[in-house]
C-alpha cells in the first residue's frame, strides 16, 4: 500500500483510490522495486549494478564513480568531458579512458585540452 508517490520506486505512481503503486513499463512488485530485463545487459560481469532508467522506461547499467555505461562497457569519465577529439581519440585499456593525441610523439595535457 502506497499513500504518496515516494512510496513507489522506479518513477511508479501511488493510486489515491486504490493506494497501489501504478509501475512503469519494465517495472513490477508492490513498490515497483523489480526490474525486468536486466539478466541480457550483464551489470555484474562488468562490476555495475542494474538500475531503472525512469526516461528510457528500461533498465540499464550503472557504473561505479567517475564512469558511465555504452554499450556494455563501464567508461572513464576522463574520455566522456576530457579529450578534445579534434586532435585526440579516446582509447580504453584496462577500464581506463585516455586521450592519445593523433600525432606521434605528443602527449595530451588535460588541463588545455589540447596536445604539446
Do not use: F, M
Not at 24 to 51: F, H, Q, R, Y
Not at 91 to 99: L, N, T
Amino acid at each position: 500500500k502506497c499513500k504518496t508517490n515516494d512510496h513507489c520506486q522506479n518513477g511508479g505512481t501511488c493510486n489515491s483510490q486504490t493506494n497501489l503503486c501504478k509501475c512503469k513499463p519494465n517495472t513490477s512488485g508492490d513498490k515497483c522495486e523489480k526490474i525486468s530485463g536486466c539478466e541480457p545487459l550483464k551489470c555484474e560481469d562488468i562490476n555495475a549494478e542494474c538500475v531503472y532508467d525512469q526516461q528510457a522506461e528500461k533498465p540499464t547499467c550503472k557504473c561505479e564513480n567517475n564512469y558511465y555505461y555504452e554499450k556494455g562497457e563501464c567508461k572513464s569519465e576522463w574520455c566522456r568531458n576530457g579529450c578534445n577529439l579534434a586532435v585526440s581519440k579516446c582509447e580504453y585499456k584496462d577500464g581506463v579512458g585516455i586521450c592519445k593525441c593523433q600525432l606521434t610523439g605528443y602527449y595530451y595535457n588535460y588541463a588545455a585540452r589540447s596536445c604539446k
